[in-house]
Structure formats: C-alpha cells, structure tokens
C-alpha cells in the first residue's frame, strides 16, 4: 500500500488501528504511524529456547512446541478450551479461556508453539493462557513468540493488541522509515540500521538484541541532543573582546586581606582558574559550582575586586530581591572601610535615589553595582563595565548574556550555582561555558541530619521544632503550595501558619514569608526573622535560594515529595549555616513507592553531586536545567549518566559533522536535517537561517 504521508500518517488510516482505537492511543499523545513505532516497550518477557515438556519446571517462563493430540471447548458465558500436546518428551494439558479466537484453528494434529509461564495446577494443566503460534511443521523455527514486548498500558487497549497492531504497522510501514546516518558512521560505532533497530526494539528475540537496539535509539537521542546544542551554542557564539584584567600579587594580598579567614584550598583552586581567564580578552564564561554554603559568593567577590582594581566596574546580578539585598549586605560587611564604592538597585526604590544611582553608575562611580537581572536589562549604563556575576543558584543565565551584548559591551562571565552538576556532564552540555568546582566545605561545617517521617508522626517532629525554637534556635517550615488548591489535597503555606500559630506553637512567633509578597514586605520579614524578632517561618520556596540566617537551624519540610531532590538540597543548604547542628525533618505522604526511595536516598546522602545525578535520572535533563532555556529534548531510551561514553561518543560525531557542514546543508545531510527537525522541532529553526 501506498501512503503518501509516510511515518506522518494518521495511525487511523492504518491497518488495525481504525477510528475507536486511534482514540484511545490519541489519548497517550499518539497520533501518527511515527509516533506510534517510537512508542517502545517499557520491558520484555523472554521465554528462552523451545524446550522439551518433559523438562518443564514450575514457575518459570517457557516455550514447547508439540502437536495437538485433543481439542476440548466449553461454551459458555467465558468460553475455555482445553487441549492436550504431545512432543517426543511426553504430553501436556493447556488451557485458555475467552478462547473465542482460537475457534477454528486448535485441531488435532496441528503443531503449534506456544510460550508462557509454567503453573502447574490440579487438573495438571501446565500452561493457562500462553501465546501461541501455528506452525506448518515442528521444524518451522520462526520465532514469533519467544518473545514478549511489554508495553507502558494504554487505556482501553490489551497489552498483546499493542504489541499486534505495533508489529502490524512495523511491517506496513518499513519501507518509510529512512536512515538518516551515514554507513560509516553506523559501522564505526557497531550501530544497527535503523530499520533493523526498530524490529528488535519491538521484538528482540533475546537481552542481547534488545540492548543492541536500545544501544542505537539512545546514541541518537544523545546525537540530536548534541547537535542541538552545538548548533545553538555557535549562535550564542561571543564574538566580542573582553578586557584584560591582571591580578598581581600586590592585588592578591590586598583583596584576600578582606576576609576574616583564609581561603579553603578548594578556594584557591578556582580562584586560580577564574583569574587566569579574566587575564585574557578572550572573554570568560565560567560556571562556579559549589554546594550551598561552599564559600562562592568569597570566590565572586574575589573576581570582582579584580575588577575593581583594574578600574573597571562589576555588576551582580541575583535571581531575586531578596538575595540581592542579601548579598549586597553581605558584601557591604566584607568592603567595611575600603574605598571600594558599592550600591544596590532594587525595585521599590524612591525615584531621586535610584536616579543617582544610575548617574553614578554611568559616570563610573560606583564600582559594583548589586540587582536583579533587569540590571543590564533596562535604563542602567555602565561607563566602563567588564564583569558580570550572576547568582543563579539552580537555572543557567543564557538569556542574560545576550542581552547584555547586544548593548555593545562584552564582559566576562562569572554564573554562580548551588545546584552542582557532575563535572563531565556540565562539561558536556555546555561546551563553551568553562566550571570550576568548589568541592570541600570551609571547615567547622556539620552535615545536617535529615530524617523522614510519615504524616502520622506530625506531632513528634513539632515537639522536635519546639525544643529547638526553646533553645534560642529557629526554624523554617516549608509547603509547596501557598494557597489550598481545589485539585491536590496537600496543606497549603497559608492555612497552616494560621494554624501552626495558633495550635502548635502559640508561645512562639511565627510568620507567613511567600513569593508573591510585596518586596518590602518580604524584606521587613527576613530583617526581622535575621533579628530573631520571628522564631518560625512558615514558607513556600522562596527560601530556597540563598537565605542566610545563621541562626536557623531546623527545617520543616511538608509533602516533601513533591519537591526536586536538588530544590530540596537548595532548602536543606539553609539550616546549619554556623557551625551549629542544622536539621531537616521531610514529611511525605509513605504511600508512593519511588517517591520514598529518592527521599531515602536524600536523607543518606549530603553529598549535592550524587543528589543532583539522582535528580538527573529521575526527572531528565530537560527539567533538570529548565527545558525552556536550554531545549535539551526528554530521553527516553538513554541515560546521561550510565551512557556518558556513549554521548562522548556522539558529541564527538556530531563535531566532526558541523565542522565539515556548519549548517547541515550538504545534500547528504538532508535527512539527517529533517529528523533534527523533527526531533527538536522549532527550537532549531534558526538553523536554515545560518
Ligand atoms: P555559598 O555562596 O557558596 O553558599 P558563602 O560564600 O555564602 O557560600 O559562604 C558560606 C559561609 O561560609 C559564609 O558564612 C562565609 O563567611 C563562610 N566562609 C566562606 N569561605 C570560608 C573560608 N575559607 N573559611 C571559613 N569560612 C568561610
Ligand atoms: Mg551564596
């Protein structure tokens, strides 16, 4: 048959799907003959080789091929029938019920081949409803059955009629399905071709067909996931030059003389590596990773005074006001009685201050200018701005870097981030974006103990809250919802400081901080809570970034499943901060199984580099790191991490293709062209206009 749409074909014009059932895989996101072969077993179920009946075991999966010796039919309202085989080992009894379609092909003296699961029971049946397959002869070694796709359900569909109308459209359908790499490259890398990947995707007859077709989906996952990047990266290509800004001794003494203690060693290392870069017009782009509370904002600080003494101003910018503010106090502290003028811009500000800060800025006389990201966004000029430090905590600033050159300056990069992201892994996903890693804590730090509880023990850990806040300490409490929703049953930030205030805790003060406060109102809370003026906030995730309160030191976190494990170690990083023993105390809902086991997972570990890979696994790389900035498509079939050879392996493909064919346009790569496309859709649409 011909099908002028090929793989874009609706599957209802396809044999065996038609118009109920095209509903119902509609409903699963599934509409064409395309998606529908990319829907993949979840698993499979081997039978293994075609044994004799004689040895059979118990409960264990099995294929026999024999020959119908007698046929049985019950009539009835759920028809069964049951037949004896024979092979040369002995006999056998196998029944099915709702059999109707076996009617009329089960007759004595066919061979069939069936598999299933050996079960034994009373009436010696061994097998009841196992696939089966007619044979022409007991040599007829095709093997249809050995093998079971298994696949994710789909409403209203058995799982044997997926596995039938995917197998069904397979065969209609082969001759659309093109390959897109070259022979070479498919050989180098020992890749089945695609068509051949796609039959043994859906039925592999053995582990190792099924992981050699895994093998080549996931290469191209991480190949279109690589050319993706690659190909935005040169858009967001710097062309620019950057300023020289040496660092000297003399610089190094006078700047480290502004900290109350020495650098950490983990410091100094990326200190090394930030000044080496920023000695160069080439300019910097740098991702500083570090766990929360690993000493970053030093390491930033410390860029920035190179800067400053290089007579060139810096900008910071933080993800919100809050943290500006934080920072700039922070920094403030540090500068007390250097010449080193630094200011805030935040909203809010009456009109002539924040005019006099511009002016200041603009005629140079402000060296460090704190903010938002609408610092380099909107009216504020620079005279002679050379870096720029963003605090981004956990989203990657893409955005920011071109907005800002298309000012027509081109500083250095410095992207801060408590969310650390194994070392070869951000490497790879962002090529030109050079990390440095702060990979010990400054000591005296304790690790904060993290402890589950079910919902059922509330009132042991508010008892726990209470010693704490009896003790002069402070605490946090944190709901993933401000306001009760009319779908999910969960507690909400505001109905519980309500109630927490005037139930479990009316002896103490407790306040309501959420991220749709009025800024001042957000700040005059943190001011007071800082001045232990409050003992116990009741939060959603603004706290998450950055907050320091060194008295804080327990940590509420209800319905804890339904956060990241890295937003629930952005959280953690917030108690403890001073060397006193920090607690994290998770309350989740102990009825969801593999929401359990990342919590347990989270509460054994304080390292954020195995929080952040568990995280990856869990949630793909597209939530991970915000798919909205950065495209990266979901994988099904590969795994960042266990596959990390594999997508070297690719990159590395995926270079030596764009360097011989920056934007795939010679005619060999045409199709390779159309399935970035379709893969990545309009996300690289810019691609035709290189
Ligand atoms: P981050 O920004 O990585 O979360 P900070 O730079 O805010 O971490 O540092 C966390 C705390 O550790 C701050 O209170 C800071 O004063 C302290 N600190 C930073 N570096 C050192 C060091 N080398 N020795 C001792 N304390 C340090
Ligand atoms: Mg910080």
Redesign the pocket.
């Known amino acids: 048959m011909n099908y002028p749409d090929g793989l874009d074909t609706n599957i209802r014009f396809s044999k065996g799907v038609g118009p109920q059932r095209a509903k119902l895989f509609e409903r699963v996101g599934i509409y064409t003959v395309g998606q529908l072969i990319d829907f993949f077993p979840s698993r499979y179920r081997f039978f293994g080789r075609v044994k004799k009946i004689a040895d059979l075991k118990p409960h264990q999966d099995a294929v026999i091929i024999g020959r119908v010796e007698s046929v049985q039919w019950q009539y009835g309202r759920r028809s069964r029938v049951i037949i004896d085989i024979s092979d040369d080992s002995g006999w056998t009894t196998i029944r099915w019920f709702n059999s109707n379609y076996l009617s009329g092909k089960l007759k004595v003296g066919q061979w069939i081949k069936v598999a299933g699961r050996v079960s034994y029971s009373l009436d010696d049946t061994v097998f009841t409803n196992p696939k089966i397959q007619f044979l022409t002869s007991p040599e007829d070694d095709s093997d249809e059955i050995n093998t079971q796709p298994v696949y994710p359900t789909i409403k209203g569909i058995y799982p044997r009629t997926v596995a039938y109308i995917v197998g069904r459209v397979l065969e209609d359908f082969e001759e659309y399905i093109e390959e897109w790499h070259s022979s070479e490259l498919l050989r180098k890398n020992h890749l089945l071709n695609i068509r051949e990947a796609y039959k043994l995707i859906h039925k592999p007859a053995n582990h190792k067909q099924a992981e050699k077709a895994r093998l080549r989906f996931a290469y191209d996952e991480l190949f279109f996931m690589q050319l993706g990047i690659l190909l935005s990266r040169r858009k967001r290509q710097i062309t620019g030059k950057s300023v020289k800004l040496p660092c000297g001794d003399k610089i190094d003494t006078h700047i480290r003389r502004r900290f109350p203690f020495p650098l950490t060693d983990s410091q100094d290392k990326v200190i090394r590596e930030i000044v080496s870069d920023m000695n160069s017009t080439r300019p910097m782009y740098r991702l500083l990773q570090g766990d929360?509370?690993a000493?970053?904002?030093v390491v930033?600080l410390y860029a920035g005074l190179v800067a400053v003494a290089n007579h060139y101003q810096v900008a910071i910018m933080a993800p919100t006001e809050i943290?500006a503010q934080?920072?700039y106090q922070?920094l403030c502290k540090y500068l007390e009685g250097s010449r080193v003028k630094i200011a805030l811009l935040v909203g809010g500000m009456k009109k002539s201050v924040r005019d006099e800060i511009l002016r200041e800025v603009s005629e140079g006389k402000i060296d460090i200018l704190i903010g938002t990201h609408s610092l380099i966004q909107k009216d504020v000029k620079f005279s002679s701005l050379a870096l720029v430090i963003i605090?981004e905590?956990h989203k990657f600033g893409v955005a920011q870097r071109s907005a800002i050159q298309s000012k027509g300056i081109c500083p250095h990069y410095l992207v801060?981030t408590?969310t650390p992201i194994p070392r070869s892994l951000a490497l790879t996903i962002f090529g030109d974006l050079q990390v440095s890693t702060i990979d010990k804590l400054p000591p005296g730090r304790k690790p904060v103990k993290t402890k589950l509880y079910r919902q059922s023990q509330i009132n042991e850990v508010w008892n726990f809250v209470k010693s704490k806040l009896k003790a002069g300490e402070q605490g946090f409490i944190v709901y993933p919802l401000l306001n009760p929703s009319d779908k999910l049953e969960l507690k909400s930030a505001a109905e519980q400081a309500e109630y927490l205030a005037k139930n479990v805790f009316p002896e103490f003060r407790v306040e309501l901080i959420h991220g749709q406060m009025k800024s001042e109102t957000k700040r005059d809370i943190m001011r007071k809570f800082k001045e232990k003026q409050i003992d116990l906030l009741v939060a959603t995730v603004v706290i998450e970034v950055?907050i320091?309160v060194p008295d804080a030191t327990v940590l509420v976190i209800e319905h804890s499943e339904r956060f990241g494990l890295s937003q629930l170690h952005q959280l953690r990083g917030r108690v403890g901060r001073s060397g006193q023993q920090g607690y994290c105390l998770l309350i989740a809902d102990a009825r969801n199984k593999i929401a359990k086991k990342r919590l347990s997972v989270f509460t054994k570990t304080t390292d954020g580099f195995k929080i952040a890979e568990e995280d990856l696994r869990i949630r793909g790389p597209g939530e991970f790191f915000g798919t909205a900035q950065h495209g990266l498509p979901e994988l099904k079939v590969a795994d960042l991490i266990d596959d990390y050879q594999l997508m070297l392996i690719a990159r590395n493909d995926v270079q030596k293709i764009l360097r011989d064919d920056p934007h795939l346009a010679k005619v060999e790569h045409k199709k390779l062209r159309e399935q970035l496309i379709r893969r990545l859709g309009d996300k690289f649409k810019f691609i035709d206009a290189g």
């Open positions: 929360v509370g000493g970053k904002t930033a943290l934080q920072h922070k605090d905590q801060m408590a950055g320091d």
